[in-house]
């Protein structure tokens, strides 16, 4: 992927101000017919320059694998490119360590051009969102993923207007479909069912 020299600088500036570290970019095939989002990068992924190269890296490519698809079938990037972090300290350590947290509005605002270009450059058929901070960035600044996961929406996407700071409707309208992020499963085993309950009907739309 190409991305301007000018949307990079911009997105590495924006993004200053926060608690956040490193910057991973997306990847997969340009253009590409479906392109996964996801929320940001962990500490594994920062390590190693590649989303989803950790713990839910590991469940991504389960869940790619129940979909009969590998990494070179879509592009896979995140709404935030740098890792979100907080100080915390676990009961028993000696020392306080960076603990990964959701990326907050401005952090999301910060890289919205970039994802934007991103989604017009590989120009996918299908966006396939992974868990509710892709779900409030593309879709619903508001909503709930819980009540959509799994649907097929055909609906234009949120791309964020720099003149004017604002989040507004594309004209083109996408399949854009909404699943679990992978790492949910760790936070609450029982919904496995669920994830692959919604896998088998993006299979059925696919
Ligand atoms: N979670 C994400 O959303 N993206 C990654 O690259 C890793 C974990």
Redesign the pocket.
């Known amino acids: 992927m190409n991305i301007p020299e000018d949307v990079m600088k911009r997105a590495k500036k924006n993004i200053e101000p926060f608690d956040t570290e490193g910057f ?1 970019l997306g990847k997969g095939p340009v253009p590409a017919d479906i392109i996964m989002v ?5 500490e594994n ?1 920062v390590y190693d320059g590649e ?2 190269t ?1 713990r ?2 590991k469940e991504l490519d389960k869940q790619l694998s129940y979909l009969g698809w590998t990494r070179d079938d879509v592009y896979i990037t ?1 709404v935030v490119r740098s890792r979100p972090y907080k100080w915390e300290k676990r009961p028993n350590a000696a020392e306080k360590r960076k603990a990964n947290r959701k990326p907050n509005k401005k952090e999301v605002r910060a890289h919205a051009e970039l994802l934007d270009v991103q989604i017009a450059q590989a120009d996918p058929k299908v966006i396939l969102l ?1 868990g509710g901070v892709a779900y409030q960035r593309l879709v619903d600044e508001k909503g709930k993923i819980s009540e959509v996961i799994g649907e097929k929406l055909e609906t234009p996407i949120l791309t964020y207007d720099r003149e004017n700071d604002a989040f507004v409707s594309s004209e083109k309208e996408y399949i854009v479909i909404p699943l679990y ?1 992978p ?1 949910a499963v760790f936070y609450n085993p029982g919904i496995r069912d669920s994830i692959y309950e919604s896998l088998d009907r993006l299979k059925s739309y696919l």
């Open positions: 991973v996801g929320e940001a990068p962990g992924e989303p989803f950790g839910a890296g995140s992974l992020h790492a």
